[in-house]
C-alpha cells in the first residue's frame, strides 16, 4: 500500500451505498486516505434518500454524481470494496479486495436507508482505523 492509501467503492448504479461509503470514509479519514466510487452502470443522479440520510448526520453529498467504473480506477487504488451487489471488478494482484453484504436502497425512503447508512459507518471506521488510523498523540500533547 501506498503512503497514503487508497479506496474505491463500487455498486452497480453508484448511487447510494458507494456514495454513502466514500462520504463516511472522506469524512472519517480525512486527507489520510483518498477515495473513489463507482458503478458498473451508474445511476442518472445519487439517491435522494441517501442525501437525506447523510445529510442528518451533518455530510452533504449533493453535489456527488455517479460515475462508471473503470479498469483504471481499479489500477490506482490499494483497496476495492464492492457492495453487495455481485459486482466484480478487475483483478490486480497487490490489490485488496472486500465485499460489504449491504442492502440496496435503491427506491426506499429515508427510514429504510438510515440503518444502511449507519451499517456502512460502522464499516468504514473499521476499515479506517485498518489503513489510516489517526496518529497516536504522544505524551506531550495529551491535556
Not at 463507482?38 to 437525506?52: H, K, L, M, T, Y
Request: proline share 8%; hydrophobic share 40%; with cysteine.
Amino acid at each position: 500500500m501506498s503512503e497514503k492509501p487508497s479506496v474505491l467503492f463500487v455498486c452497480v448504479h453508484n448511487a447510494g451505498r458507494s456514495q454513502m461509503a466514500a462520504a463516511w470514509l472522506s469524512h472519517l479519514a480525512g486527507d489520510r486516505v483518498e477515495v473513489r466510487s463507482a458503478g458498473s452502470s451508474p445511476g442518472d443522479a445519487v439517491n435522494p434518500a441517501a442525501v437525506e440520510a447523510m445529510r442528518e448526520v451533518g455530510i452533504d453529498i449533493s453535489a456527488a454524481t455517479p460515475k462508471l467504473l473503470t479498469v483504471d480506477a481499479v489500477k490506482e487504488s490499494d483497496v476495492c470494496v464492492t457492495m453487495g451487489c455481485g459486482d466484480t471488478c478487475p483483478v490486480f494482484p497487490g490489490k485488496r479486495y472486500l465485499d460489504w453484504a449491504l442492502e440496496d436502497p435503491a427506491g426506499q425512503g429515508v427510514a429504510a436507508v438510515r440503518p444502511i447508512r449507519d451499517e456502512i459507518r460502522t464499516l468504514v471506521e473499521g476499515l479506517v482505523e485498518e489503513i489510516a488510523p489517526a496518529p497516536a498523540r504522544g505524551p506531550e500533547q495529551t491535556a
